[in-house]
């Protein structure tokens, strides 16, 4: 009897062995680093899928953006998206200029087309979009830049005619609230002055501090920077010379929006589009706060869109390929992308050489998200 019972208990051991365990659920991986803390709550409504135009991140997480009707924000990486439009601001689109100074001070600026070019609303939270204050400013279209809470420049539009093109600078010292004019170009006006030059377009403004800054632009004539100085708080201007490449003498030169920045106090790039036989872009390094500009030795073909990201840091996508520095522009790194982004690229942001964001616009006006983490050689749709 006891010879039977162990066989039966060793047949039930030997069953029990044979029986497949249960089936484990497959871990969906987390947006991001699971020791990441869960980002803060956000008492605004959700966006599902913003068809954004422009972004802004400060980091991995945090991030704001701008759709045709929209100011967004999110703290998650852009899978979550909120709206934090101020009250009265009914469109938003191209037409508007947001600075991001942090994720709590932001300024966007909506143009009265009505009383071009004599007048615009500023927008400014403190508080990251949960209260926004307005006043209206002097001017419409403008290029807005704030060293602080307080201070900040801006150069406005004033016309645009045959090649030439008027602007307006002005300065704030109480965070937009108040603006004064330091200068114009504008010949129709009493008080201008030919030092910034009326001849050529001015794409945008750079300043260093409330004493000196950049305008630069393009002038559509072969061989010329349009690239001037101030140090005396826009009062008067200066021209400013760069070492060419070989055969920019026959090239048209200009530098677009947002193409010459300042990283720091002391360091500082320039992004210049050289437009002849080939389509090239030139990299300009200043390591004394702009007092001298050094050419690095690659030109990047066919151009294309630039994130400054440090002094040391830099990304360019040039219409196929991915250019990412670590040195200060003397050698890149080149990532062909796994999506073909081709015409429909619209926008991209970085914050680190490994981590950025590009928006694209399909032919049937359809936006869409994209993100890498390896520095623009994959690439995931978020909220497509």
Same mark, same amino acid.
């Given at each position: 009897?006891?010879?039977?019972?162990?066989?039966?208990?060793?047949?039930?051991?030997?069953?029990?062995?044979?029986?497949?365990?249960?089936?484990?659920?497959?871990?969906?991986?987390?947006?991001?680093?699971?020791?990441?803390?869960?980002?803060?709550?956000?008492?605004?409504?959700?966006?599902?899928?913003?068809?954004?135009?422009?972004?802004?991140?400060?980091?991995?997480?945090?991030?704001? $953006?701008?759709?045709?009707?929209?100011?967004?924000? @999110?703290? +998650? /990486? &852009?899978? #979550? *998206?909120?709206?934090?439009?101020?009250?009265?601001?009914?469109?938003?689109?191209?037409?508007?200029?947001?600075?991001?100074?942090?994720?709590?001070?932001?300024?966007?600026?909506?143009?009265?087309?009505?009383?071009?070019?004599?007048?615009?609303?500023?927008?400014?939270?403190?508080?990251?979009?949960?209260?926004?204050?307005?006043?209206?400013?002097?001017?419409?279209?403008?290029?807005?830049?704030?060293?602080?809470?307080?201070?900040?420049?801006?150069?406005?539009?004033?016309?645009?005619?045959? $090649?030439?093109?008027?602007?307006?600078?002005?300065? @704030?010292? +109480? /965070? &937009?609230? #108040? *603006?004064?004019?330091?200068?114009?170009?504008?010949?129709?006006?009493?008080?201008?002055?030919?030092?910034?030059?009326?001849?050529?377009?001015?794409?945008?403004?750079?300043?260093?501090?409330?004493?000196?800054?950049?305008?630069?632009?393009?002038?559509?004539a072969p061989g010329i920077v349009y690239l001037h100085r101030t140090d005396d708080g826009g009062a008067s201007w200066r021209e400013v010379t760069l070492p060419l490449p070989p055969g920019a003498e026959t090239s048209e030169l200009g530098i677009d929006r947002d193409q010459m920045e300042f990283v720091s106090p002391s360091d500082g790039f320039i992004a210049l589009r050289l437009t002849g036989d080939a389509y090239q872009l030139a990299i300009y390094v200043t390591r004394d706060g702009g007092n001298t500009w050094t050419l690095t030795p690659t030109l990047i073909p066919n151009g294309g869109s630039v994130d400054f990201l440090s002094a040391e840091e830099a990304v360019v996508y040039n219409g196929e390929q991915f250019y990412v520095t670590r040195d200060a522009a003397r050698t890149w790194t080149i990532l062909p992308p796994d999506v073909n982004f081709g015409d429909t690229f619209a926008f991209m942001d970085f914050v680190n050489p490994n981590s950025g964001w590009v928006i694209t616009l399909d032919p049937t006006h359809r936006r869409s998200l994209y993100r890498t983490h390896d520095g623009g050689a994959t690439w995931l749709p978020i909220n497509s």
């Open positions: 009897m006891k010879r039977i019972f162990s066989i039966l208990l060793l047949l039930l051991l030997i069953t029990a062995c044979n029986v497949p365990s249960a089936p484990v659920a497959e871990e969906t991986p987390a947006p991001y680093s699971p020791d990441t803390p869960s980002p803060p709550y956000i008492n605004a409504p959700l966006v599902e899928s913003p068809a954004l135009v422009s972004i802004h991140f400060f980091n991995e997480l945090d991030g704001w $953006g701008v759709t045709e009707t929209q100011i967004v924000r @999110t703290n +998650d /990486g &852009g899978i #979550t *998206w909120y709206d934090v439009t101020p009250q009265g601001l009914a469109e938003a689109g191209y037409s508007i200029e947001l600075f991001a100074l942090d994720h709590d001070n932001i300024w966007a600026h909506k143009p009265d087309f009505s009383n071009f070019p004599k007048s615009g609303t500023l927008y400014y939270t403190s508080d990251g979009g949960m209260t926004w204050t307005n006043r209206t400013t002097p001017f419409s279209g403008a290029h807005l830049h704030f060293l602080d809470a307080n201070n900040g420049w801006a150069l406005a539009d004033l016309g645009v005619a045959a $090649g030439s093109n008027a602007v307006a600078v002005y300065q @704030t010292a +109480d /965070g &937009g609230a #108040t *603006w004064t004019q330091k200068y114009t170009n504008d010949p129709n006006l009493e008080n201008a002055d030919g030092s910034l030059p009326f001849g050529g377009l001015k794409s945008g403004l750079a300043p260093l501090n409330m004493q000196t800054a950049w305008v630069y632009g393009v002038t559509y």
